[in-house]
């Protein structure tokens, strides 16, 4: 179970929670194997050692700095693989599928009084050595990140914090699954909401907050539920259309500044995503599309 503070919840505010799902069985070692098992041969899986900075590409960070061991010989052996291992979209998994749908049952009406329309769950759960980096990078959906295991320091900034992460980069992202244009540098630590996690705690991050996550001196287990929403899909939509008039050389102004912008924006992507123009097929999120229930492995 999940719990935050429902009755103050803000879709669009960085927030803290508790949770319940430490000792679930599903989230100890040797399941986590068995699941890592279950997705050789597979996109399903994604890992890198601890020469990662958080400056370090995300998309190049297998490539860059790969592990010495398999996937599952690392799960197996955290503490010393100095390895970070991530199992992504367990909802494509029938087991895990249900660890997903225990998350949300519960909560799915309370986040749907502040944000309607949740669909695509997915679920996705990182190992990771001591003093591992989750390199900067925003994700497509809302994120629910729960410590299961061993601490970890979340730094997050605000979804739309200019300073860190600016409208074109999030125009990209969207439309084209592009992250080149985020850069991290040192200084954006100062002005970071900053999680030092223990087991049973947890941080919420909108759509598109920037993050980087630190590993302490411990191995550490996380699971992260991400969802879209009626809201998500339609911010999405707006910066995919953005993305086609800067490609043009046609400057949109910043986004939710201008709403009769925004709103025709939406508009217009909707119809360009309905035929699979921008936006309606890979590298963009296929919930733009399709109100999936899951997420589709992509
Ligand atoms: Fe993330």
Redesign the pocket.
Known sequence: MITMDWDGFDPWRVTPLTHTFTDHPLLQRDALVELGKRCRGTNRWYSFNDGVTPGTDFDAAASLYPCGRSAVDSLRAIESAKAWVLLRHIQADPTYRSLVDLAFEPIQAKIERKDPGVYYRAGWIFSASAHTV?PF???RSH?L?LQVAGTKTVYVWDPYDPETIDDETRDAFHARHDLSHARWREEFREHAHVFQLAPGEGVY?PLTSP?MVETSDEASTTI?FTYDTAATRRMGKVHVLRDALNRIGIHAPPVGKHGAFDAAAWLASSALVAVGGPGGKPPACPSLRRRYTYAVAD
């Open positions: 989750t990078h925003i994700d994120v990140l991050m993050h992260s």
